[in-house]
Nanobody, 114 residues
Framework: QVQVVESGGGLVQPGGSLRLTCEISGKVFDVWRMAWYRQAPGKQRDFVGSITNSGGIIYDDSVRDRFTIFGDNGKQTAYLEMTSLRPDDTAVYYC????????WGQGTQVTVSS
């Protein structure tokens, strides 16, 4: 059973930083792509960025200058490093395995507030 598990959410002050982790377990893939999404209260789920096992990375323009995605291919793990956080970054952040399977994680809450 393939599982996607996010961790690292929490409460952070405006201007602060936070790192989220996404781990894929249950099966080893030679090729994979993982993506980060976020969903603010009352809004649709939006794409944040994605990474492949070979290091190909895509960002949404809204986070390109503040967020960094990187990965550990050997551990099938992706990270979302968020800096200069703003209140409008408050959302549930989801990791999604997009290739070779589609599987969502349960999400982790990020709250940016003073």
């Amino acid at each position: 059973q393939v599982q996607v598990v996010e961790s690292g959410g929490g409460l952070v002050q405006p201007g602060g930083s936070l790192r989220l982790t996404c781990e894929i377990s249950g099966k080893v893939f030679d090729v994979w792509r993982m993506a980060w999404y976020r969903q603010a209260p009352g809004k649709q789920r939006d794409f944040v960025g994605s990474i492949t096992n070979s290091g190909g990375i895509i960002y949404d323009d809204s986070v390109r200058d503040r967020f960094t995605i990187f990965g550990d291919n050997g551990k099938q793990t992706a990270y979302l490093e968020m800096t200069s956080l703003r209140p409008d970054d408050t959302a549930v952040y989801y990791c999604k395995l997009e290739y070779p399977y589609e599987r969502w994680g349960q999400g982790t809450q990020v709250t940016v507030s003073s």
